[in-house]
C-alpha cells in the first residue's frame, strides 16, 4: 500500500507527473540558465535551430554544475574538465581519452513550448503528455478577444502549498491587498464551489461595487462603480487563474471588462515556489508602471507566505495547529487531489519496483574511466 501524502503546509509534498511551468520562452536562449524544480537542479539553453533543453544541472564525472559551462553549437561542454554532453544528456567527448562510458550521460526532462511558456515534466517521461497541459485559450492566453503579455517570476522561500493556498483563498484579497483589488466586500461575499475535472473553481458576485482606483485604470472604466464577478480557478496545483468579470452599470455601452490573472505555480524544492505571473485582458494596460504595479501587490504575498514558512520551521508542526473554516473549502478539495496523485504515483511505483524520487545519477565506474 502507498504511503499517505503530507499535504501540511510548510512541509507539503508534491506530485512529479505533473507539468510545471519552468520559465518564460524569452528567458532561455543560447546563454545557459539554471533553474530549480522540485528539488532538481536544471539547465534550460536553446539549440542553434532554437530548441530549448532541459537537461539535469550535474556534470556526473566530479560533479560540477553545467550551467557554468559553455555551449558549442549542439554541445554543453562542462566547465570544469571538458566533458561533452549532446542534447539528448548523452556524454559524447571525455577530453583526457578516447573511450567515453557508454552508461555516461545526464537525465534529458521533457519540454513543451506553449504561448510564451516552457512547461517540464519532472517524472517519468514515457508519461508526459503534452494533452495534460491546460487549455491556453481557456486561460486568456491564446484567446483571440484578449490581450495576453508576460509579466514576472516571483520567488517566494515557502513551501509550495501555502502558495497555491493563498491564491485559492479570496478572502485575503480585503485585508492582504487593502484597496488594490476591491474596496473591502470580497471577505463578506458568499461563494459558490464547483468542479470540473482536476480545476476547481470559486465563484463570487458583487453587484453595484466601488472599483478600486488601480482597477479603473487598469481597465480604463468610465465610471467609480461596477458589477463584478470573482473567479478562482485552481488547475490542480501548477496554474491558477484569477478571473475578473466586470461591467459598468451607468455605462452598459462599455460592454463586458475581463482580466485574467494568470499564475503558474512551481515548487523549487521543498521551502521554495517560483510564482510565473502573466496577464490577458479585453482592454490592454496602458500605463507604464503597470508590472511594477502588480509585482508590489503579489510581493504583500511573499511576504506574508514568508513569515509564515518562518514561523512554521521555528515552531515545528506540532505547534502548529490549523483550523479550516467556510472560506477553505477550496484548499481542502485541493489537497485531497493533491494528495491523491501523490499516492497514485507511489503505488504505481510500488508495482513496478521503482520510486518516482528526484532525478539521480550514478557516478561513473572507476574501471570504465580507465579504459
Known sequence: MAAKACMVPGM?????????VIAFSREV?????????????????????????????RCPHRGMPLSMGK???????????GFEYDCAGTCIKVPSQDAVPATMRVHRY??????????????????????????????????????????FILPIEANYLLALENLVDATHITYLHSGNFDTGNVAMVPARLEQRGTLVRMVREMKNELVSPMVKQMLSMK?????????????????????????EPDYPETGERISNLIIAVTPGGPKSVYQICAM???????????????????????VALEAVQQMFDRLGPERCPEFSVKSDANSLR???????????????????GAKPKAVRQRRPVEAAAAK
Not at 524544480?37 to 535551430?49: H, I, K, N, Q
Not at 555551449?71 to 574538465?81: F, K, M, N
Not at 490577458?280 to 511573499?302: C, G, I, N, S, W
Not at 485541493?334 to 513496478?352: H, L, V
Open 12 to 20: 507539503a509534498e508534491y506530485p512529479r507527473n505533473h507539468w510545471y
Open 71 to 81: 555551449l558549442l553549437g549542439d554541445v554543453l561542454q562542462c566547465g570544469y574538465h
Open 223 to 247: 465610471g467609480d462603480r461596477v458589477d463584478r464577478q470573482l473567479i478562482l480557478d485552481n488547475y490542480s496545483l501548477s496554474l491558477f487563474v484569477v478571473r475578473f468579470i466586470f461591467t
Open 110 to 151: 521533457p519540454l513543451i513550448e506553449k504561448w510564451q511558456w516552457l512547461w517540464i515534466w519532472m517524472g517519468d517521461p514515457a508519461r508526459a503528455d503534452p494533452a495534460l497541459i491546460p487549455d491556453h485559450r481557456d486561460l486568456g492566453l491564446e484567446d483571440p478577444a484578449l490581450t495576453a503579455e508576460p509579466y
Open 334 to 352: 485541493t489537497r485531497r487531489m493533491i494528495a491523491a496523485m501523490i499516492e497514485q504515483e507511489r503505488a504505481e511505483a510500488d508495482s513496478n
Open 280 to 302: 490577458a485582458q479585453t482592454v490592454p494596460d496602458p500605463r507604464p508602471h503597470r508590472f511594477e504595479e502588480m509585482k508590489t501587490v503579489l510581493t504583500q504575498d511573499k
Open 29 to 57: 536562449g543560447r546563454e545557459l540558465i539554471h533553474r530549480d524544480c522540485l528539488g532538481d537542479p536544471v539547465v534550460l539553453y536553446r539549440t542553434p535551430d532554437g530548441e530549448p533543453v532541459a537537461l539535469f544541472d
